[in-house]
């Protein structure tokens, strides 16, 4: 039995693992707050946490309530659109200023409410997280039956380890972003990508 929940919570970590290596609106938004190091725990217990909650809603059997609210997936989607492209507008304004405004340790930094309040928008608007964690890691989960909540726990794990890894590792970067230029890349590229998943939202 014990080698069966080891198997499954590895099987977990490593799908977890490939499913939030994709870059996205929230890990952008995790290395952009590593590089400023700003909240930089707050933030990533708030997506760790959020995704184990997800994540254990789906192995619990939570996935059901999306067919039981259908007009909820589309409010998400709708609401999500919106906030990406204020968002990455936001970003497009912060690189055209360029120069010092730019550079992590300048300007007043933002406060802890503001910075959660972005991640969380970022991580339950985004429609996609539930088809991740509620719907696919869930229905994964039942093939590890009766181990399925170590496979939950494992994917949990994975997205703890993940979001620890690029919120404190950013910090290693720190020497490239001492360049005023460089930070006006990573805001161009934070705006685009923003904008590429509310358009991905719009056309889905």
């Known amino acids: ?26 890990n952008a938004f995790v290395l952009r707050q590593g590089l400023r190091r700003e909240h930089v725990g707050a933030v990533v ?3 760790a946490g ?3 909650l997800l994540i254990l809603a789906g192995v619990g059997g939570f996935g059901a309530v999306s067919g039981a609210v259908p007009w909820l997936a589309e409010a998400m989607r709708w609401a999500g659109v919106a906030f990406l492209t204020v968002y990455g507008a936001l970003r497009f304004r912060a690189a055209l200023r360029g120069g010092e405004a730019l550079m992590p340790a300048a300007g ?3 406060s802890l409410g503001a910075v959660l309040g972005t991640c969380l928008f970022l991580t339950w608007a985004n429609p996609h997280v539930y088809l991740d964690t509620v719907v696919l890691v869930g229905s994964i989960s039942a093939q590890y039956a009766p181990a399925g909540w170590a496979f939950g726990i494992g994917a949990a794990g994975a997205s703890l380890s993940f979001f620890a890894a690029l919120g404190y590792g950013a910090r290693l970067l720190a020497p490239l972003f001492a360049r005023p230029r460089a930070w006006v890349v990573l805001e161009v590229v934070v705006g685009v990508t923003m904008w590429a998943i509310a358009l991905g939202l719009v056309v889905a």
């Open 108 to 110: 007043e930094k933002a």
């Open 45 to 47: 217990a708030a997506c």
């Open 50 to 52: 959020s995704d184990a």
């Open 1 to 26: 039995m014990f080698h069966q929940d080891v198997q499954a919570a590895l099987a977990g970590y490593l799908v977890g693992l490939s499913l939030i290596l994709a870059i996205g609106a929230q």
